[in-house]
Every structure is written in structure tokens, then in C-alpha cells.
């Protein structure tokens, strides 16, 4: 099945730094969604985009639906150790469906 | 907040075993559930979506006589592994949208099943 491009595939940051990653298609999407699963959970949402252009943000995540309607984008600002885990992206296109990203882990470095 | 919730949350059994995964969802109602499996260290891959007193669509790929999906209430989808081999052994997941007439509505996910077959 189709996946999204995400980058970086994993980022190893410490403790107060900011973090960014990205997701990009090659087919335009209606929604984008970012996700965020621990170990042997289910994914939980993040932050929901529904218009291109839109930026939002939800406590130290920011997240940005692009113009183009082919990319967005997840900032996290002063990263805590909670913060580790598996992001992912995912793009809702007119059928419904959700098509995910490779995914980002994200560790941080005591 | 939506909460969907999945069980069991882990099956170990031995080949050639039949399983049921059942999904809830437990605050709201969903016409449309979805099931996704998930290898290590892999995304999510959408297997197949499951309608609500109708028969399931199923991803291209996945054989529908091996993975039986009944959705037969706006709050209940089950999915069954038939005859299940070591190959299946797999993080399965669903997710269900809030039904409402607005269409913005985005998917919640349950814990995942971690299916484990001998």
C-alpha cells in the first residue's frame, strides 16, 4: 500500500531542544493528521489540519497543512522526556481512507 | 474525548487457531471502523474498512476469507484471523470515526492487538 515520505526517520535530541519533521505525498490530501504511539500502543492524535495554509497548534506542538496540499509539518518546542515515542503523519484523502508516513522516532538524550 | 477500545490487548496461540479481535467503540457511535496491521518497526497499513450492516471493503492484497470482518452495530466491529499461521503474527489495530454530519471528524485508534502465533 501507498505510504507518505517522512522525514527524519529518527532523531536523537536533547532534552530542551526543539524538534521538526515532515511528511510529503506525491498526492494531495483533504486532512492531514499527526499521531503520536508509544510502545506496543495504539496511535494517538496530536494535532488534526483540515485547510490548506492552516497552522495549529496544540501546548508545544505546532503543525502546518501546506499550500500545495502535498506536505506538512510537526514542531515540537522544548522537548521534555515524555516526548519519546514514534510520530506519524497521515493524510485523509475524499475516500476517507488514511495513508500514514514511515514514521519519526524520536529519543532523547539524558 | 472518543475512546475506542480493543481487545484482547494480546494473543498468543497456536497454528492453524481462529482468532476474534473485537473493537468498541465506547462513547460515540461509528458507522465506519477500520483495521490496520502494523509489523515491527513499520507504519500503519489500512487493511480494511468496515461498514456497518454491510460487507467490509477490503485493501488490495488482503484476502478477505482469511481476515472476517463483522460490523454489526454502530458500536461494535470484530475482525477474525482464520486458521491462523505464524505469518500473521502481527500489531493489528482499529479506528473508528465519530459519526456526525460534519465530515471533519478525524479517526481515534484503539490500544492494538499484538497477535502472536506459534
Known amino acids: 500500500g501507498q505510504q507518505l515520505n517522512q522525514s527524519p526517520q529518527s532523531m536523537f535530541i536533547q532534552e530542551g531542544e526543539d524538534v521538526s519533521m515532515n511528511c510529503t505525498s506525491s498526492?494531495?490530501?483533504?486532512?492531514w493528521l499527526w499521531y503520536k504511539q508509544d510502545p506496543g500502543e495504539g496511535p494517538v492524535l496530536l494535532i488534526a489540519?483540515?485547510?490548506?495554509?492552516e497552522l495549529t497548534s496544540n501546548g508545544r506542538l505546532t503543525a502546518q497543512f501546506g499550500i500545495t496540499r502535498k506536505d506538512s509539518f510537526l514542531n515540537i518546542s522544548a522537548s521534555i522526556p515524555s516526548d519519546v515515542g514514534i510520530y506519524f503523519c497521515?493524510?485523509?484523502?475524499?475516500?476517507?481512507?488514511?495513508?500514514f508516513g514511515t514514521g519519526t522516532r524520536l529519543t532523547i538524550i539524558p | 474525548g472518543a475512546v475506542v477500545s480493543q481487545h484482547p490487548s494480546w494473543v498468543i496461540c497456536k497454528s492453524g487457531t481462529s482468532v476474534k479481535i473485537e473493537c468498541r467503540s465506547l462513547?460515540?457511535?461509528?458507522?465506519?471502523m477500520f483495521w490496520y496491521r502494523q509489523f515491527p518497526k513499520q507504519s500503519l497499513m489500512l487493511m480494511a474498512t468496515?461498514?456497518?450492516?454491510?460487507?467490509?471493503?477490503?485493501e488490495q492484497g488482503v484476502e478477505k476469507d482469511k481476515f472476517l470482518i463483522n460490523h454489526a452495530s454502530l458500536t461494535l466491529s470484530t475482525l477474525t484471523v482464520t486458521s491462523a499461521h505464524p505469518e500473521d503474527s502481527s500489531f493489528y489495530i482499529c479506528?473508528?470515526?465519530?459519526?456526525?454530519?460534519?465530515?471533519?471528524?478525524?479517526?481515534?485508534f484503539g490500544d492494538g492487538t499484538r497477535l502472536s502465533i506459534l
Open positions: 479506528s473508528a470515526r465519530v459519526l456526525t454530519g460534519h465530515s471533519n471528524q478525524p479517526q481515534h
Open positions: 498526492s494531495i490530501f483533504n486532512t
Open positions: 489540519l483540515y485547510k490548506a495554509g
Open positions: 497521515a493524510g485523509r484523502g475524499g475516500n476517507e481512507k488514511l495513508t
Open positions: 462513547d460515540f457511535q461509528a458507522t465506519t
Open positions: 468496515s461498514n456497518e450492516g454491510s460487507k467490509a471493503t477490503y
